[in-house]
């Protein structure tokens, strides 16, 4: 499975913004997606995930709430839809692909990354 994450950017806080992963290979739906975000100078954390089927989805504290995952099988997309952004939100979103977990090592498969940073 290859991924690809788009719709990062310069944002002010408070604003919403919605990141896409669009995936390759006709397993799409195999698989449980994930989102995962790095600040810098810090380890790689779990956002959200979203069973394969789409109809069970699990957040961290710090987005609940704010944050929803939504997938679109027909398409092989995934997505991240932020509201209420905060500068504390600020990073490299990562999807990946793998199984309905918060841990990064149930993922073996990884998008490139996209830059959010949420000014103040």
């Known amino acids: 499975v290859q991924l690809q994450a788009s719709g990062g950017g310069l944002v002010q806080a408070g604003v919403s913004l919605k990141l896409s992963c669009a995936a390759s290979g006709r397993t799409f739906n195999s698989y449980a997606m994930g989102w995962f975000r790095q600040a810098p100078g810090k380890e790689r954390e779990f956002v959200a995930a979203i069973t394969g089927t789409g109809y069970r989805a699990r957040y961290s504290d710090s987005v609940n709430g704010r944050f929803s995952i939504s997938r679109d099988n027909a398409k092989n997309t995934v997505y991240l839809q932020m509201n209420s952004l905060k500068p504390e939100d600020t990073a490299v979103y990562y999807c990946?692909?793998?199984?309905?977990?918060?841990?990064?090592?149930?993922?073996?498969?990884w998008g490139q990354g996209t830059l959010v940073t949420v000014s103040s």
């Open positions: 990946a692909a793998g199984s309905y977990s918060t841990s990064v090592t149930d993922f073996p498969f």
